[in-house]
Every structure is written in structure tokens, then in C-alpha cells.
């Protein structure tokens, strides 16, 4: 995610629940202001059964942040009958608020410049090794962060949980 204006409608597509996180922290760190998360932060753990809650989140003027963002978790299959309302967010995006959706799948959803697609597939073998070693290095491990080989025990021993591996 970039460090400029958050996307309108940021998708996180993939179930590595670690790097789903990390970019919702990333929207949160963009457009909610440090003790306004209680008026301007909203997040569904599961997509609401009446698309009005969400929409009227979406319409809403932030209280004291840049833009008021609304997370929706809990979509395995994203798909436009599962989220009719996500088309109408697309068409006429909201100018104020900012969307982000989690889904472990994502289907025949249509295109559109205010949407931003984020990878959350699981990582393996190289890109694996090389995020644990830039892990150690912005944890201030090493200068240079750890060797590769002690990269590769690691995803060895413990596995591709992202969680289970952050330093």
C-alpha cells in the first residue's frame, strides 16, 4: 500500500491472516487519527445481513480522521451475488470513507480505479525465507539481517504460518 491517498475500496484477497492484518494496520495508519479508531474505525467480522449498516458506515463524515474506514472480514468466496452492494460502492464510490474487504477467494468482481487488490496468498520456499530474513531486519536483529540458512530453518521447523514466524 502506498503512503499517499488510501485506495477507495482496498481488497485483500488470500488467507494468510498475518498479512491481511498488516494491511488493514496500514489503511488504519492512513486514514484514522490516533484516538478517534472508537468513532471513525469500524470493522464487521462477518458481512452484515442488511448492506444499509455498511453503506451508512461508507456515507458517514469522519469525526476527526482523514477518512472514517470500515473493514468487512469473513468472506471466503467473494463474489458479485454474495456483495451485490460492492458494485454500487465501485460505481459511485464514497468520497469520504474508505472499504476494506477481506475474502480468502475473489470472483468475477468488477474493475475499477478505486479498487486496490492486495495479494494475501500464503508464502512458500524463497519468498518464504526472504520475508523472514527482512522480518529479523526491521526488527533490528542484525545490520544485515539473519542468515539465509537460519531463515530456512525456520520456515523448516515452524512452517508457513506468518504468525507463528513474526519476529
Known amino acids: 500500500m502506498s503512503t499517499g491517498k488510501p485506495a477507495t475500496v482496498l ?11 498488516r494491511a488493514v494496520e496500514q489503511a488504519r495508519a492512513q486514514c484514522v487519527t490516533p484516538g ?31 477518512f472514517p474506514l470500515v473493514v468487512m472480514d469473513g468472506f471466503g468466496k467473494l463474489e458479485p451475488k454474495a456483495a451485490p452492494w460492492l458494485e454500487e460502492v ?11 474487504i477481506c ?26 525465507e526472504q520475508w523472514v530474513r527482512d522480518q529479523a531486519k526491521e526488527a533490528g536483529l ?5 542468515d539465509p540458512r537460519a531463515a530456512a530453518l525456520l520456515t523448516a521447523r515452524i512452517g ?8
Not at 46 to 53: A, G, N, Q, S
Not at 103 to 123: N, Y
Open 90 to 100: 465501485l460505481k459511485t464510490p464514497p468520497s469520504q470513507a474508505r472499504l476494506v
Open 36 to 66: 478517534f479508531e472508537e468513532t471513525d474505525f469500524v470493522r464487521f467480522s462477518e458481512p452484515p445481513e442488511e448492506p444499509r449498516l455498511l453503506l451508512e458506515h461508507l456515507r458517514t463524515a469522519p469525526f476527526g480522521s482523514p
Open 103 to 128: 475474502a480468502d477467494e475473489c470472483e468475477g468482481l468488477p474493475r475499477s480505479a478505486d479498487l486496490q487488490v492486495v495479494s494475501c496468498a500464503p508464502l512458500k520456499g524463497a519468498a518464504l
Open 160 to 167: 508457513t504460518d506468518l504468525q507463528a514466524l513474526a519476529l
Open 11 to 21: 481488497l485483500c484477497i488470500g488467507p494468510e491472516r498475518w498479512l491481511r492484518d
Open 142 to 146: 542484525a545490520p544485515g539481517g539473519i
